[in-house]
């Protein structure tokens, strides 16, 4: 049979390590990866590459492992403007006293699209292509991102009581349905319905929601048991835990993204688990205002698919999700009380994949695969702190920081090369963040920030 000729294609990638993050797939060494058309091809042992594609450009990286981009699958990217605002406080007094006050007075679509492009622009450097974003303002962040060669799940702001985006939860749910129009078919953006959480969502509310959804399709993305406090109160008012409650709504499922979940009895893990509902775990956010503890082991045994969000860096306090992963696993183990719980991989599965599989596209990211998005982060290993590498996978997780991460694409377009971003004005940046934070200053408060 006659030979095929090798492809044509816009960059080969040589790399020392590969980690595909494909169920299975063992880590790769001296292997090669290419894209065309923002889309992989490969993965091959490197001799063996150019059989196969002819490319353009070749980019060799000895020192280096490549992994999918980060997945982070909770975040409140505006309120990147609001980090170290309201510090050591517990949830419900950050919230009640510091920050939806904040919000009253400070928030408008310029806040939040400068917030949103502070947040991308940590995220990008620190190897995320791909976030979940639920703020107010969706619209403004929107704009942003038709801009940006990010990938994101929008979650819409849905909440009882007037916010500055709806006067109401039904509200909410029209502006929802009028935004869903104009990102129905767009390839980076997808929308999803953002409930604040059970304690801010009646049961009127949740019907209504339960009905749009049914209609529109969409995922949702709920803050649900993150602390303590959230259950009492739950079974105080309503007889029943909110997860149960959530559930009997008829809300649950494989569209159902539940963020945080330190609350976990043996009734919560069967609906978690017979619902196919997914969790989104925030160790460092959780630690930080006292929430709680993910039992990120417990769930994973019993077949939940769980994922890993940094939450805001009002409340985190960076987007950092390398130190994210670090953190999730430490924790594992130590919430547990067993040193092989969520191992190296399985950490970065959380990253990646897993997060890609809750927010409803793990049929195109979360893998470096034959046809999958070209979504792909390189970085250095050959550093004081991760030398000597034994284990790439351990490396990464354990010992390595985001600094490292020293290029991104996403659909194959270059956003970070050698450590530097690219297409982004860091100094405009600066000064439109600069003067945002002398606004806050200028009207906080006794007892806000100043």
Same mark, same amino acid.
């Given at each position: 049979?006659?030979?095929?000729?090798?492809?044509?294609?816009?960059?080969?990638?040589?790399?020392?390590?590969?980690?595909?993050?494909?169920?299975?797939?063992?880590?790769?060494?001296?292997?090669?990866?290419?894209? =065309?058309?923002?889309?992989?091809?490969?993965?091959?042992?490197?001799?063996?590459?150019?059989? $196969?594609?002819?490319? /353009?450009?070749?980019?060799?990286?000895?020192?280096?492992?490549? #992994?999918?981009?980060?997945?982070?699958?909770?975040?409140?990217?505006?309120?990147?403007?609001?980090?170290?605002?309201?510090?050591?406080? +517990?949830?419900?007094?950050?919230?009640?006293?510091?920050?939806?006050?904040?919000?009253? /007075?400070?928030?408008?679509?310029?806040?939040?699209?400068?917030?949103?492009?502070?947040?991308?622009?940590?995220?990008?450097?620190?190897?995320?292509?791909?976030?979940?974003?639920?703020?107010?303002?969706?619209?403004?962040?929107?704009?942003?991102?038709?801009?940006?060669?990010?990938?994101?799940?929008?979650? !819409?702001?849905?909440?009882?009581?007037?916010? +500055?985006?709806?006067?109401?939860?039904?509200?909410?749910?029209?502006?929802?349905?009028? #935004?869903?129009?104009?990102?129905?078919?767009?390839?980076?953006?997808?929308?999803?319905?953002?409930?604040?959480?059970?304690?801010?969502?009646?049961?009127?509310?949740?019907?209504?929601?339960?009905?749009?959804?049914?209609?529109?399709?969409?995922?949702?993305?709920?803050?649900?048991?993150?602390?303590?406090?959230?259950?009492?109160?739950?079974?105080?008012?309503?007889?029943?835990?909110?997860?149960?409650?959530?559930?009997?709504?008829? #809300?649950?499922?494989?569209?159902?993204?539940?963020?945080?979940?330190?609350?976990?009895? %043996?009734?919560?893990?069967?609906?978690?688990?017979?619902?196919?509902?997914?969790?989104? $775990?925030?160790?460092?956010?959780?630690? /930080?205002?006292?929430?709680?503890?993910?039992?990120?082991?417990?769930?994973?045994?019993?077949?939940?698919?769980?994922?890993?969000?940094?939450?805001?860096?009002?409340?985190?306090?960076?987007?950092?999700?390398?130190?994210? #992963? /670090?953190?999730?696993?430490?924790?594992?183990?130590?919430?547990?009380?067993?040193?092989?719980?969520?191992?190296?991989?399985?950490?970065?599965?959380?990253? !990646?994949?897993?997060?890609?599989?809750?927010?409803?596209?793990? %049929?195109?990211?979360?893998?470096?695969?034959?046809?999958?998005?070209?979504?792909?982060?390189?970085?250095?290993?050959?550093?004081?702190?991760?030398? +000597?590498?034994?284990?790439?996978?351990?490396?990464?997780?354990?010992?390595?920081?985001?600094?490292?991460?020293?290029?991104?694409?996403?659909?194959?377009?270059?956003?970070?090369?050698?450590?530097?971003?690219?297409?982004?004005?860091?100094?405009?940046? !600066?000064?439109?963040?600069?003067?945002?934070?002398?606004?806050?200053?200028?009207?906080?408060?006794?007892? =806000?920030?100043?």
């Amino acid at each position: 049979m006659p030979s095929i000729a090798p492809r044509e294609v816009e960059l080969l990638i040589e790399a020392r390590w590969i980690l595909p993050m494909s169920e299975g797939l063992p880590l790769l060494e001296e292997h090669a990866i290419a894209f =065309e058309d923002g889309r992989l091809q490969g993965p091959w042992p490197t001799g063996e590459a150019r059989r $196969h594609v002819t490319p /353009k450009q070749t980019l060799r990286l000895e020192r280096h492992a490549l #992994l999918p981009g980060l997945v982070n699958a909770h975040n409140h990217a505006g309120m990147s403007l609001m980090r170290g605002y309201a510090d050591d406080l +517990p949830l419900m007094t950050w919230l009640n006293e510091h920050i939806w006050p904040a919000e009253a /007075k400070h928030i408008s679509p310029d806040f939040v699209a400068d917030g949103t492009r502070l947040a991308m622009a940590e995220m990008l450097r620190s190897g995320t292509t791909t976030f979940a974003d639920m703020y107010l303002a969706p619209e403004a962040v929107g704009e942003i991102l038709e801009q940006a060669a990010m990938r994101v799940q929008l979650c !819409t702001p849905l909440i009882d009581f007037p916010t +500055p985006w709806a006067r109401d939860f039904r509200t909410g749910l029209e502006l929802t349905e009028a #935004l869903l129009e104009r990102y129905r078919h767009h390839s980076t953006i997808t929308l999803a319905l953002g409930p604040h959480a059970p304690y801010t969502v009646g049961d009127d509310s949740l019907q209504q929601l339960r009905k749009v959804r049914e209609r529109l399709g969409l995922s949702i993305q709920m803050h649900v048991h993150e602390t303590a406090d959230e259950v009492e109160q739950s079974l105080g008012q309503y007889g029943k835990r909110p997860l149960r409650r959530l559930f009997e709504a008829g #809300l649950l499922g494989p569209h159902f993204q539940a963020v945080h979940m330190t609350q976990v009895d %043996d009734d919560d893990l069967a609906i978690l688990r017979e619902s196919g509902t997914h969790v989104i $775990h925030c160790p460092q956010s959780n630690l /930080k205002l006292a929430s709680g503890f993910c039992p990120v082991a417990r769930l994973q045994e019993a077949g939940v698919n769980v994922a890993l969000g940094t939450d805001g860096a009002a409340s985190n306090n960076d987007l950092d999700m390398f130190d994210e #992963l /670090k953190s999730a696993a430490l924790l594992a183990k130590g919430v547990s009380g067993d040193a092989a719980a969520l191992p190296a991989m399985a950490a970065l599965a959380m990253a !990646t994949r897993n997060g890609a599989c809750a927010l409803g596209m793990g %049929d195109r990211i979360g893998q470096l695969r034959e046809g999958f998005a070209a979504d792909l982060i390189a970085v250095d290993l050959q550093a004081i702190n991760t030398l +000597p590498v034994y284990n790439p996978a351990s490396s990464i997780v354990y010992a390595m920081n985001s600094r490292q991460v020293s290029h991104v694409w996403v659909g194959g377009q270059r956003r970070v090369t050698n450590g530097e971003l690219v297409d982004i004005d860091m100094d405009q940046l !600066t000064h439109r963040v600069l003067g945002h934070q002398q606004a806050m200053v200028n009207t906080s408060q006794p007892g =806000e920030a100043s």
